[in-house]
Every structure is written in structure tokens, then in C-alpha cells.
């Protein structure tokens, strides 16, 4: 159900592990003998959603194909405090090489795919859609959407190009929301939903009057939200965005949205906690 592929997961990895290495691990060169194998294990200190060890086994992929790879769960499954998500073996010099790297993106992602899950849970029952945004580090976004994936949510678009939402600096440089809609229907076509951003409650009658499929809610309470769905009466689909979290998130969601998009799923959350612990002896 969730795949990342090796020629997506190549480049960004190279580069981390260019970024971190340098000219060389000076530490372990000094005091690690190359002829030393050893075995880590991935070890869980709090609970959470395991996303991206396929991320963690091509790191040491790349650094040498000697290395093994084994997972003890699967993407998406809840794991308990103490738990061993996997475990890696091969020469200690070329592990210690690669620890940083892969518990940098395991430790990311597992921490977006735990968020994510905790918002879905939050909103279980009432059909709305989490969704992820564009508030992503850059270079990573492919493997932070994923992780949201992972954890129960959706990705609203993954770039520019493939999907229309036309924000308030939009509808400025536009001179407004009709003339912004009408220059977006003439380039893109019928076979593109529209959405545009809505702040008050003119702006959202300016927008059902034009037509538009979506329309987002930005930085509404939850009483504006309901009187929004109110007069939007299934016209167009209601997203909401904008000072939504893990405590007042049902409140929005039982107020009739079709969707909760949150830039914090990305951009601000917390990494999980995971150690890789080594064994010489093995």
C-alpha cells in the first residue's frame, strides 16, 4: 500500500549522507579497525507509528551492499515503548557511518506518521479527510507526504502544478475573486476543480457565486465554520485550515467540513525517540 521508490529514495539519501560525511567519519576512522563486523538494533524509547525503513535500508544500501537489513514490523503499525524495530548488520565503520543519516529520517518520519495518526483517531467517525500541505522540508517533501500517508492522512497536492487553489496574495495581484476564478477557468480547463481561499464571509459569497468547486476556510472558528456550511449548503466542497490541533481539531470536524488541512503535520512536528544500540559480539 505504501511504497517508496529507489531511484525517488537515491538522490535525497546521497545528499544526506554527503552532508554528513564529508571527507570522512574522522572519529571512527581513528578508532574503529575496518575488519570489525557488528549487528544495531533500532530501538523504540517511546511509543509510536513505525514509517520509513525502507528509507533506513537504502542508507546502508548505498553505503555498501554488504550490509543486511531486516524489519520486524510493517509501515503503519503501532509499536511499543522498547520494542526493536529491526536491526542492521555488517562492518561497524561503515554502520556508524550511516547511524546518523537513517535515524535522522526515521526519526522524522515516524514522528509525522505519529501525529497524523493521532489527528485520524481524533476525528474517527465523523468522514473527514486529513490532509497535508505544502509546509514541508525542503527536499524532502516526497518522504514527509509519504509518512502522512502512512499515518491515515492525504496529501492535498503534492506541488504547484497539480492542483488550482487561489490564495488572498492571488486574488490581489488578480484584482479580486471573480476575475481571479474567470482566469483560471480560461487556462486550465473543465476538467480542474477550483479552489480558492476564504477569510470572511463576503469573500465566500463572492466565491459560490462564481462557481468554484472548493473553497477553503482559513482561520475560521468553529462557529464561523458552521455558519459557512450553512450558507455553502453542499454547493462546493469545504476544506478548513488554520489554528487547528490535536485538542479542538473534533471540534471542526463534527461541524460538517469534508476536510482539515494542517501545515504542522510537516513542518513543526515532534520526532519520535529511537536509538540504534550496537553489538560488537555478534
Known amino acids: 500500500m505504501f511504497e517508496l521508490a529507489p531511484h525517488n529514495l537515491v538522490p535525497i539519501i546521497s545528499q544526506a549522507l554527503i552532508e554528513d560525511q564529508g571527507s570522512g567519519d574522522i572519529t571512527t576512522e581513528a578508532t574503529v ?22 528509507v533506513v535500508a537504502e542508507v546502508f544500501r548505498i553505503l555498501s551492499q ?10 503503519g503499525e503501532t509499536i511499543v515503548n522498547g520494542a526493536i524495530i529491526g536491526r542492521i548488520q555488517g562492518p561497524a565503520y561503515l554502520l556508524l557511518g550511516g547511524e546518523r543519516v537513517a535515524l535522522n529520517f526515521l526519526q522524522r518520519l515516524c514522528g509525522i506518521a505519529t501525529y497524523t ?7 474517527e467517525g465523523t468522514g473527514v479527510g486529513i490532509l497535508d500541505t505544502r509546509k514541508t522540508t525542503p527536499g524532502l517533501r516526497l518522504l514527509e507526504k509519504y509518512a502522512v500517508r502512512v499515518g491515515g492522512g492525504a496529501s492535498h497536492r503534492f506541488g504547484l502544478y497539480d492542483g488550482v487553489l487561489i490564495k488572498e496574495n492571488h486574488v490581489r495581484a488578480a484584482g479580486g475573486i471573480k476575475q481571479a476564478v474567470k482566469r483560471a477557468r480560461s487556462k486550465v480547463g ?3 476543480k477550483i479552489e480558492v481561499e476564504i477569510s470572511n464571509m463576503q469573500e465566500l459569497e463572492e466565491a459560490l457565486q462564481v462557481g468554484v468547486e472548493v473553497v477553503l476556510l482559513d482561520n475560521m472558528t468553529p462557529e464561523d ?3 459557512s456550511i450553512a450558507r455553502v449548503q453542499g ?21 460538517g467540513v469534508d476536510f482539515i488541512s494542517i501545515g504542522a503535520l510537516t513542518h513543526s512536528v515532534r520526532a519520535a525517540d529511537i536509538s540504534l544500540e550496537l553489538e560488537i559480539n555478534c
Request: glycine letters at 10%; hydrophobic letters at 45%.
Open 66 to 75: 554488504g550490509i543486511s537489513a531486516e524489519i520486524l514490523f510493517d509501515e
Open 235 to 255: 454547493r462546493a466542497v469545504v476544506e478548513v485550515s488554520g489554528g487547528i490541533d490535536s485538542q479542538n481539531i473534533r471540534e471542526y470536524a463534527i461541524s
Open 225 to 227: 465554520v458552521r455558519k
Open 190 to 192: 473543465h476538467l480542474h
Open 33 to 54: 579497525d575496518r575488519g570489525l563486523v557488528s549487528r544495531g538494533s533500532f530501538l523504540v524509547k517511546r511509543e509510536l507509528v513505525l514509517a520509513g525503513w525502507p
Open 117 to 123: 495518526r493521532g489527528l485520524v483517531e481524533a476525528v
